[in-house]
């Protein structure tokens, strides 16, 4: 019987399976699509800077006018006056607003005389209001303007019985008219003459 050479025939095997596995892993990777490689360029971080201004707010000054007690006392009853004679003025054109379309409203003469009496009496009312106040002494002009406050309301008085009286009259109503267009005129002319005494009154003094 022929002797092996080899005593140990088997120990091949084993390297031949591991070169094998090499070989395989090798061909295997090889098949295998290059990875895509990463920008390695840096990224730059941008910072915003957002310029803040300063905002300053204007503060606002508000004068605040303290008037004695009896200056306080004189320009409220003047200024409870001409929120009065707004009533008076309004009632005065309704009535002759309704008696010039009386075609249309149907007010009757006699409605509208009644209606006529009733804002006479109140413009009487009004004048003697302002009758009653006296102006401080003592303010450079104060006299004057409320001399012109007390003659407008008088002259609204006085226009509103023309307003009247020009109803009752046997023309066609021109009477009426001209003296309610002096009524018109006197109010204007004694909320003219209240904002004057306002302005005299609140005006800031030196000092």
């Known amino acids: 019987m022929a002797r092996n050479p080899d005593p140990k025939p088997g120990r091949w095997i084993l ?31 941008t910072t915003s800077t957002v310029a803040t201004t300063p905002t300053t707010l204007a503060q606002e000054t508000t004068t605040t006018t303290l008037l004695p007690p009896d200056l306080n006392t004189y320009l409220d009853n003047l200024l409870g006056d001409k929120d009065a004679l707004a009533d008076v003025v309004t009632q005065m054109n309704a009535v002759n607003s309704d008696w010039d379309d009386r075609a249309e409203t149907g007010v009757s003469y006699s409605q509208t005389e009644e209606d006529l009496i009733a804002v006479s009496e109140s413009a009487v009312v009004f004048s003697d209001a302002v009758e009653l106040h006296i102006p401080p002494a003592g303010i450079a002009g104060l006299v004057d303007a409320h001399t012109a406050a007390l003659d407008a309301a008088r002259a609204v008085a006085s226009a509103a019985d023309s307003v009247l009286e020009g109803l009752r009259a046997p023309d066609t109503g021109q009477l009426r008219q001209a003296a309610l267009v002096d009524f018109r005129a006197a109010a204007e002319q004694f909320n003219l003459a209240v904002d004057s005494i306002n302005s005299i009154i609140t005006a800031p003094t030196g000092g």
Request: hydrophobic share 50%; proline share 13%.
């Open 15 to 45: 390297p031949l399976v591991i070169l094998g596995m090499v070989f395989f892993t090798w061909a295997f990777v090889q098949q295998l699509e290059p990875p895509e490689l990463l920008d390695d360029t840096p990224v730059s971080s």
